[in-house]
């Protein structure tokens, strides 16, 4: 039930039969987990005929990986107000020089994103951890995705309005989505494609490499421990 309804870390804690400190533990070192549980549950849906929910879930599962991503990269420099994600500026200080190539013009004016960045932490004290800025970040700190994983591109590039735009107006409509219709959101040809794509961002993204969503989600094991229990079950 935990995990039908999306309460990802409520499953794994119960899944993962440790002491509550323990799975605490667990949960902090593999932080990149639910996203997992997220798109596995994706494709789940999808098998079950509900291609919106499929489409909810693997949107999902990206929204929450870079939200996880900068808890992990930054910690320390993270604080919540008002339980909102808050970037504090001291990040500028932070030995990885997460700002190095930010660029400015000759009037030391910002003029690229990773520089506007820096002077809007600088003016505020601090940045909301939203998506946008998350991406921004990830991609300078994690270049190496132009070689690596160049479609991870789609998260920021605005050309044809944007995943997230893209995303907002599916959000806003109260219509059904067709298989389709997920495939070209994602950009792909085939639904296979479309899982293969999910696997390979997350896997790029968490630094993890597991060959399948199924592997990678702890819910197959327990669905075949129900499975069993269910064929092997007598009646009093």
Same mark, same amino acid.
């Given at each position: 039930?935990?995990?039908?309804?999306?309460k990802f870390?409520?499953?794994? =804690?119960?899944?993962l &039969?440790?002491? !509550?400190? #323990?799975?605490?533990e667990? @949960?902090?070192?593999?932080?990149?987990?639910?996203a997992?549980?997220a798109?596995?549950l994706?494709?789940?849906?999808l098998?079950?005929?509900?291609?919106?929910?499929?489409?909810?879930?693997?949107?999902?599962a990206?929204e929450?990986?870079?939200?996880?991503?900068?808890?992990?990269e930054?910690?320390?420099?993270?604080?919540?107000?008002?339980?909102?994600?808050?970037?504090?500026r001291?990040?500028?200080?932070?030995?990885?020089?997460?700002?190095s190539?930010? =660029?400015?013009?000759? &009037?030391?004016? !910002?003029? #690229?994103?990773l520089?506007? @960045?820096?002077?809007?932490i600088?003016?505020?004290?601090?940045?909301?951890?939203?998506?946008?800025?998350?991406?921004?970040?990830?991609?300078?700190?994690?270049?190496?995705?132009?070689?690596q994983?160049p479609?991870?591109?789609i998260?920021?590039?605005?050309?044809?309005?944007?995943?997230s735009?893209?995303?907002?107006?599916?959000?806003h409509q109260?219509?059904?989505?067709?298989?389709?219709?997920?495939q070209?959101?994602?950009?792909?040809?085939?639904?296979?494609?479309?899982k293969?794509?999910?696997?390979?961002?997350?896997?790029f993204?968490t630094?993890?490499d597991?060959?399948?969503?199924?592997?990678?989600?702890l819910?197959p094991?327990?669905h075949?421990?129900?499975?069993?229990?269910?064929?092997?079950?007598?009646?009093?």
């Amino acid at each position: 039930m935990l995990w039908n309804y999306a309460k990802f870390k409520e499953f794994l =804690k119960s899944q993962l &039969k440790l002491s !509550p400190e #323990d799975a605490e533990e667990w @949960l902090i070192s593999n932080w990149w987990q639910p996203a997992y549980e997220a798109a596995y549950l994706a494709t789940i849906r999808l098998k079950q005929g509900n291609t919106v929910e499929a489409f909810f879930h693997s949107f999902r599962a990206f929204e929450g990986i870079f939200a996880e991503w900068g808890n992990h990269e930054f910690s320390g420099y993270v604080e919540s107000k008002k339980d909102i994600p808050w970037l504090s500026r001291s990040i500028i200080e932070h030995p990885k020089n997460y700002f190095s190539q930010a =660029k400015f013009n000759k &009037k030391g004016e !910002p003029s #690229d994103d990773l520089a506007k @960045l820096k002077c809007k932490i600088e003016k505020e004290g601090g940045i909301e951890l939203e998506l946008s800025s998350l991406c921004k970040l990830f991609r300078y700190h994690r270049s190496e995705y132009k070689e690596q994983c160049p479609n991870l591109k789609i998260f920021w590039d605005s050309s044809g309005g944007g995943i997230s735009k893209k995303r907002n107006l599916i959000f806003h409509q109260l219509q059904g989505m067709s298989e389709e219709n997920l495939q070209d959101f994602w950009a792909v040809d085939s639904l296979e494609a479309w899982k293969s794509q999910i696997l390979n961002f997350l896997n790029f993204i968490t630094q993890q490499d597991f060959l399948s969503l199924q592997k990678a989600s702890l819910m197959p094991q327990l669905h075949q421990e129900l499975k069993e229990a269910l064929n092997t079950y007598q009646p009093e």
